[in-house]
Each structure stands twice: as structure tokens, then as C-alpha cells.
């Protein structure tokens, strides 16, 4: 294959005693003549690629048959009304409902009314407490970059806003729904409709991320900050201090441990925290003296289990878990914390998002999912101890048969790592996707996913690995993947590989590996130290120059996961594996497509675009390396169909590339 040329300057950075060549750093400016004008031409070679590639179209009818299953959300209730997001197989973006006091249905907020491009995205929404005012954010062309509305339910109309500066902001309303805290520009400030965002006051001056709550009736504020890797909370009684200037009071600083707080109907204060453990525990304490040394423990920590999140029914304390990624949930006397049961679940599958009245009740909505099973949301009522279906995904698909195995495998270090295998039944070697993400304590738990089940159903193995720096083992795990120890999570990545042709399930030249955003690195890292294991890769929206990752998109905010280049130890750290400093010449590197996105503000494409250079130029071998740019969409939601093109072409360039026809 002839690549496009890329010029190699003589780009060399001297820091803290290293010489790091970067010889492709003029494709880190977008606008350049030179950066277009080669991106162009990867993209011509993309599409010369794509055009080759077995079943395709094949490969795009089935994901979108298998996407047409929908999405349903959890419901939350304010004032009488019920408030859910779903998209069904016609719409291309979940739309905003809510269902009144008399039982009727109707759209509140429809991205494709707003824009019929698809281009226009809602990012978050919340009601106040009455149901009376929705804030929502919507963001265009994928750059998150949310401006904030005020909508007036009874008339749609919108009474406020646009406030620009609200990525993602959580806002929490006050009582009498006239003004609300939320974030904007990394700053917790106080708004009050009405008037202009400038004018605001501001409550926390310091830029960080931040994440708020309110208590049911609007008394308690809580403020939660991270920091390191943990985080920082404050709490403030509203009703004696004003909203402008709440009396903050410290609850947990510098602990580096996460806890996220929430005051309860009966006045309580409720801490499910990492502090003192690792896989979490659950604690109780008075409002007003908030501190560590007030904690009193309520559920404790479960020695194989981590502890995600609880809800409050009446008397009853419903506590989420996931077991080794495989959600369960517990059920528990309020005033004691003791265990009096749990929640019956469909199956071996993930559970959460749980919901419920804020004035009370017996009722708790969560939704499940598992490999074959489009998530759904189920009710629980506390009296009777069933679990219900609530609201199935709207759209009817059919599922292969498959079977799921959690293997359980050593890695470099002797530390035992699961990994979840997908195939439908029979043996022998088969193309396989390895899967990983290994960062920022997130876990890869068992959901429907119209990715995974084509490629079973076509009869190859899809593998997932549960590696270090996720959260399926709880706060240790992902310390564990972090900073000076990220090299973990590429050793445990190799080990699942490895796992996979020893157990006869795929060999090296059937193995794919896969991996998006962070996971993205995680590949870049294994197809650059361990180019023997693999035939075909896909970076997608990958971090790849780890030297220079700070520099760009939402790299500042993650320096307490990689480290800092400013830093002459974590700059060791670093460049001992960061995937574009590791290319080397001559080397017969997999197949691999790197999938960029041009409204991505969380990570610049410009990794992606060295990364190409690099391996373009050094790879001895005739496996292709390609770019595929996608304009008008960012780094997470986008329109169904955008979503399905690209499952399908990273299907396809997996499956040619690993020996796997697409399905009829």
C-alpha cells in the first residue's frame, strides 16, 4: 500500500535530561495547508480501503438491525410528573418525555426537531423539584461544549438562556424553582432565572470538576470537587445561610478516597465512600458535623464485591454492588443497615441507575441488561419483595445463541485478571476481538451491545478484560493501573491475549484488539510492545503521544491518572510507554485503523494523525495502517446511524483483517 508521504522533521525536545523526537508534531495544528491537505489524502486511501472490504454492507444491515432494539431510561419523578428519555429504532437520538399527573405522554425535547441534521445533541437535563422547569443542555457537532436552556413544561417555551460554558454541568435546583447551582467553566456558581449569566454569583472560584447535590426539600447542599484520586466534598445548610453565600463546611479533603454524599429523608447524612475501603462501604453521619471522625458505619465493605450506589424506599435501604463486573442488589433495614435480602434479577447481567420518588414511597426503578438482553427498566416494590418489569426497549430484536465464560488468568506480575468471553457454542480457534478500556476506575460490566453480538453471530469470539486502573475490583484495582503503575494494564491486556490462544480460542494471526478513548491508548500500547500477539488492531479517539497529551482537549484535567510531562519522574513514567514514542522501525505491525472524530474537544485528534505517520512509515510489513476522520461528531453521543457506520467499518476492517465472513 502507498501512503500518503509525510515529512519527518528534525523535531526534538530536550526534557529533564531526555531527547523525545517528535517528528510529525506539525500534525498537531488542524488548519495547516499541509495537516488538511494529508488528511485528505488518508481519507481518500480510508475509503479506497473500506470499499474492499467482505460484507460491509452485510455488517452495517445487522448492527442496525440489532441497534433497533432502542434505549429506555430510568424514570425520575418531580411534582407528580414522570421524566424518562427512550429512542426507538426510527429516532436517531433518545428524545426527553414526560408523563403528567393524568397518565399522558408527551415530548418535551426532541434533538431531531431542534436540528433534522442530527448534528444537535442533548447532553444532560434536569428538572426542578416541582416538575414545573426542565434545564437542559444541548451541544452541536459533538464538541460538548453545552449552552444551557430553561424550558417551561406547560408551554415548552423557553424562559432562560443560553448560558454557553456548561459541559455536562450538574445543576441543582432551589425549592421554589427560581434559581439553581450549576457549573460553568469548572466553576460552581449560583443563577437565578431571569438574569443575565454574567451577573451570577460565583461559589467555588477555583477551576476543577465538580459535581453537586440537593436534598429532597432544597436544605442541604452538597459540593463534590475531585482531587487526585479522590475527591473533596463540602455541605452547606440553605437554611441559614443564604444561596449566594452558603456556609460550606467540610466534609472530606484531602482524603484521597471517592465518596459521594446525600441527605436523606429522615436527616441524615449518607456517605458511600472508598475511605478506609477500597471496594467501598456505606456510612451515615449528622449534617452538621459532617468530618470523617463523625462517620459511623451503616453497610460495610464487601471483601469480594464493590459497592456502586444505594436508594432509599420507606424503611428500606436497596444497596447496588457489582461482584467481579456482574451487578447485584442487596437489600437492607434502613435504621441498622442490616441485610434482610436482595433484589431478584433477571440474570448475570448489570444493574443500576436506581430511582425513586423524592417524597417516598415503597417503589425503586433500576434498569438491567446483559449480553443478550437490550437494557430495560425494572421496578422493585419494597413491600412485597418482587422485582417487575417496568419499560422493555422499545424495539423487538432477535439475539443469537451465545455462551459466556469468565476466565480467570495471571498476569506478568502473578495478579489474577478475569476476562468475560463471548461465542456461540463449538471449539477450535476462531477470530476474536480482545476488548479493554483499563483507566479512570470504570468497569467493562455485561451490557447488550449491537457491536459485540454480530461478530458472535457470525461465529467469532468477542473477549472482554476486565484489567487494573478499571473499577470492577474496587479503588485498589484502579489505583493499581495508574501513574507509575499504567504499565499494569498493558501487561494484563497481553496476558488476556495470551490467555486466549493458549485456551485455543483464537491464535495470533485471527486476534484483534480494540479499544476507544483510553482504551485507545491501551491498544496503541499493545500493538507497539506487543506487535507479535495481534493481526489487527482499532484505536479509536485514541491518546497515543503521552508527552504531549496535556496540551490539548481535556488532557489537563487527567493528570492525576498519567501523570505530567512536567514532571522529570512521571515524564519517565511516560515515555516508557506512551504508544507514538515506542514505534520503531522495520517492525511488521498489525492491521490498524485509527478512527478520529472532528468535533472531539476530550481528546485531539492529533494523536490519532502522528500515530499514522509513525506507523505508516516505520511498519515493514504489507498489513495496511489507516485513518478514518469523521467531521460533525465528537468523542461520545452521536446520532444512531452515525453510531452504526462506524460499528459496521470497524467490524469490517476486523473481520478482513482476522479471517471472519460477515453474517447473512
Not at 477551576?207 to 473533596?232: C, F, H, K, P, Q
Not at 489474577?416 to 479493554?436: D, E, F, H, K, N
Not at 501513574?483 to 491475549?497: G, M, S, T, W
Request: hydrophobic share 40%; proline share 7%; aromatic share 8%.
Amino acid at each position: 500500500m502507498i501512503y500518503p508521504p509525510a515529512e519527518r522533521q528534525p523535531v526534538v525536545d530536550h526534557l529533564h535530561g531526555h531527547a523525545v523526537p517528535d517528528p510529525y508534531r506539525w500534525l498537531e495544528d488542524p488548519d495547516s495547508p499541509e495537516t488538511r491537505s494529508w488528511t485528505a489524502a488518508q481519507e481518500e486511501l480510508w475509503r479506497e480501503h473500506a470499499g474492499t472490504l467482505p460484507g460491509r454492507d452485510l455488517w452495517r444491515s445487522r448492527v442496525a438491525a440489532l441497534t433497533g432494539a432502542g434505549t429506555v431510561g430510568t424514570p425520575m419523578w418531580r411534582g407528580g410528573s414522570r421524566f424518562f428519555l427512550r429512542r426507538t429504532a426510527s429516532q436517531e437520538h433518545a428524545v426527553l418525555y414526560r408523563t403528567g399527573p393524568d397518565g399522558v405522554e408527551e415530548t418535551l425535547l426532541d434533538p431531531m426537531e431542534l436540528d433534522p441534521s442530527g448534528l444537535t445533541t442533548l447532553d444532560h437535563w434536569q428538572p426542578d423539584l416541582d416538575g414545573r422547569l426542565v434545564a437542559y443542555q444541548l451541544s452541536r457537532s459533538g464538541d460538548e461544549r453545552s449552552e444551557l436552556r430553561v424550558m417551561d413544561v406547560a408551554t415548552r417555551r423557553v424562559v432562560d438562556g443560553p448560558i454557553d460554558r456548561c459541559r455536562y454541568a450538574p445543576v441543582a435546583w432551589l425549592p421554589d424553582g427560581k434559581a439553581f447551582f450549576y457549573v460553568r467553566g469548572r466553576q460552581v456558581r449560583l443563577h437565578r432565572l431571569g438574569t443575565p449569566a454574567g451577573d451570577d454569583a460565583v461559589i467555588m472560584a477555583e477551576e476543577r470538576s465538580y459535581g453537586l447535590g440537593i436534598s429532597y426539600n432544597g436544605r442541604w447542599l452538597t459540593v463534590s470537587a475531585m482531587a487526585g484520586d479522590g475527591n473533596d466534598l463540602w455541605i452547606a445548610d440553605l437554611s441559614s445561610s443564604s444561596p449566594e453565600r452558603p456556609d460550606l463546611r467540610v466534609i472530606q479533603r484531602g482524603a484521597g478516597a471517592v465518596t459521594a454524599p446525600a441527605v436523606g429523608r429522615d436527616g441524615r447524612l449518607y456517605l458511600l465512600t472508598t475511605l478506609d475501603a477500597p471496594r467501598g462501604r456505606l456510612c451515615v453521619a449528622d449534617p452538621a458535623r459532617p468530618g470523617p471522625e463523625h462517620w459511623i458505619g451503616l453497610v460495610d465493605e464487601d471483601p469480594e464485591a464493590v459497592i456502586g450506589e444505594f436508594a432509599i424506599a420507606g424503611q428500606t435501604l436497596l444497596v447496588g454492588w457489582t461482584r467481579h463486573a456482574v451487578g447485584e442488589i442487596s437489600v437492607h433495614d434502613l435504621a441498622t443497615g442490616r441485610r434482610r435480602g436482595s433484589v431478584p434479577l433477571p440474570g448475570l447481567g448489570s444493574a443500576g441507575g436506581m430511582t425513586t420518588r423524592p417524597e417516598g414511597g415503597h417503589e425503586v426503578w433500576f434498569t438491567y441488561t446483559d449480553s443478550v438482553t437490550p437494557a430495560g427498566v425494572h421496578r422493585y416494590d419494597t413491600r412485597t419483595g418482587e422485582t417487575s418489569p417496568w419499560s422493555a426497549a422499545p424495539g423487538a430484536v432477535e439475539v443469537p445463541e451465545l455462551e459466556t465464560r469468565q476466565l480467570v488468568f495471571a498476569s506478568a506480575d502473578g495478579t489474577p485478571v478475569r476476562m468475560v468471553v463471548l461465542a456461540r457454542p463449538g471449539s477450535g480457534p476462531r477470530p476474536t476481538i480482545l476488548y479493554g478500556y483499563g483507566g479512570f476506575g470504570l468497569s467493562l460490566a455485561p451490557s447488550y451491545s449491537s457491536y459485540i453480538l454480530p461478530w458472535v453471530e457470525a461465529g467469532g469470539v468477542f473477549a472482554l478484560a476486565q484489567l487494573r486502573g478499571g473499577g470492577e475490583e474496587g479503588a485498589a484495582w484502579h489505583r493499581d493501573g495508574m501513574l507509575e503503575r499504567k504499565q499494569n494494564v498493558f501487561d494484563d491486556f497481553a496476558a488476556a491475549a495470551e490467555k486466549l490462544v493458549s485456551d485455543g480460542w483464537t491464535t495470533p494471526a485471527r486476534l484483534g484488539a480494540c479499544g476507544e478513548s483510553n482504551g485507545g491508548l491501551l491498544v496503541g500500547a499493545a500493538l507497539t510492545q506487543r506487535p507479535d500477539l495481534f493481526a489487527a488492531a482499532v484505536c479509536s479517539a485514541p491518546l497515543l503521544d503521552m508527552v504531549r497529551y496535556e496540551r490539548s482537549g481535556l488532557g489537563p484535567v487527567w493528570r492525576s491518572e498519567y501523570g505530567s510531562a512536567d514532571d522529570p519522574e512521571q515524564l519517565g513514567w511516560l515515555l516508557g510507554y506512551s504508544p507514538y514514542h515506542r514505534v520503531a522501525d522495520g517492525v511488521d505491525y498489525p492491521a490498524t485503523l485509527l478512527t478520529t472524530f472532528g468535533g472531539d474537544s476530550r481528546v485531539d485528534p492529533m494523536h490519532a494523525r502522528k500515530m499514522c505517520a509513525a506507523l505508516q512509515a516505520a511498519t515493514s510489513g504489507s498489513r495496511p495502517i489507516l485513518l478514518r476522520h469523521e467531521g460533525d461528531v465528537g468523542h461520545g453521543s452521536r446520532s444512531a446511524g452515525r453510531a452504526v457506520d462506524l460499528a459496521a467499518d470497524m467490524l469490517a476492517f476486523l473481520a478482513a483483517h482476522t479471517g471472519l465472513e460477515a453474517g447473512t
